[in-house]
């Protein structure tokens, strides 16, 4: 499922989805967001039906397809996940096998044993034992659990992430980017991410060193008579502004 919709509330694009999904005659659709849940009100010719989002996920695919390279398109925005979707993506990465996989990136970088779904609520396993609620925690593991399940539960796909570096600390930045690069490359992901912070590209940059990774381009935004132009700088040439001091923001 693609949380796009539900970051940027993209409610007539969900309401059309339903349209051509269901297969009913539908007169009207209402759609309500909170933080916890995504309600779907249908108006049929015969009678009002209510659907609970999180019980649709079989039914509707919520990715937005390119039609030219058949990618499926994920948002990750400034929002985290709420927690029915949380629930549903554990549980998928655990009927996917890589469930393991999610927890030992989480416990490389914040020291946990593991994320798991209790009374329909995400938990935080400490490494001695206790489980603490995800809510309790701050934006930082919050924000690395969205990317970290958007990563190990895709392939061949394109990925946005709005600012990247938000609740994350810099002593975190390299393993973020590590993560993110040695996945993508994996499973075949592309990945575009905006930052303001210059620690974040300096990361991005070293990691991809690290990595021996080449097929990294910075893309540089600015406003030229009311319009948006952008440049984009290859690896070299991005080694080449670092050096020089240049502000790459």
């Known amino acids: 499922i693609n949380n796009l919709l539900y970051n940027r509330d993209k409610k007539t694009d969900i309401e059309k989805?339903?349209?051509?999904?269901?297969?009913?005659?539908?007169?009207?659709?209402?759609?309500?967001?909170?933080?916890?849940?995504?309600?779907?009100?249908?108006d049929t010719n015969e009678e009002k039906q209510t659907y609970d989002f999180s019980k649709l996920v079989e039914l509707l695919d919520?990715?937005?397809?390119?039609?030219?390279?058949?990618?499926?398109?994920?948002?990750?925005?400034?929002?985290?996940?709420?927690?029915?979707?949380?629930n549903h993506?554990?549980?998928?990465?655990?009927?996917?096998?890589?469930?393991?996989?999610?927890?030992?990136?989480?416990?490389?970088?914040?020291g946990?044993?593991?994320?798991?779904?209790?009374?329909?609520?995400p938990y935080i396993k400490k490494e001695e034992g206790t489980f603490i609620p995800l809510h309790t925690f701050g934006q930082g593991i919050k924000s690395f659990i969205d990317i970290l399940l958007s990563l190990v539960l895709s392939n061949?796909?394109?990925?946005?992430?709005?600012?990247?570096?938000?609740?994350?600390?810099?002593?975190?930045?390299?393993k973020l980017w590590e993560i993110i690069l040695t996945i993508s490359k994996q499973q075949n992901i592309q990945v575009f991410a905006t930052t303001h912070s210059k620690e974040c590209i300096e990361s991005y940059t070293r990691v991809a060193d690290k990595l021996e990774e080449d097929e990294i381009r910075f893309i540089?935004?600015?406003?030229?008579?009311?319009?948006?132009?952008?440049?984009?700088?290859?690896?070299?040439?991005?080694?080449?502004?670092?050096?020089l001091g240049l502000d790459n923001r």
């Open 156 to 174: 061949n796909r394109i990925i946005f992430i709005d600012e990247i570096e938000n609740g994350i600390h810099y002593t975190n930045f390299d």
């Open 17 to 42: 989805l339903i349209r051509d999904n269901l297969n009913f005659v539908i007169s009207q659709t209402r759609v309500s967001l909170n933080k916890n849940s995504f309600t779907i009100e249908i």
């Open 220 to 243: 540089s935004l600015y406003k030229d008579n009311e319009k948006i132009q952008s440049i984009v700088f290859n690896k070299q040439e991005i080694d080449e502004r670092l050096e």
């Open 112 to 121: 946990v044993q593991n994320i798991d779904i209790i009374d329909n609520l």
């Open 89 to 110: 993506l554990i549980g998928k990465s655990k009927l996917e096998d890589r469930y393991n996989t999610v927890n030992s990136y989480l416990s490389e970088v914040f």
């Open 62 to 86: 919520l990715s937005l397809v390119n039609a030219t390279s058949f990618y499926s398109i994920h948002f990750i925005g400034q929002d985290t996940s709420p927690d029915w979707l949380l």
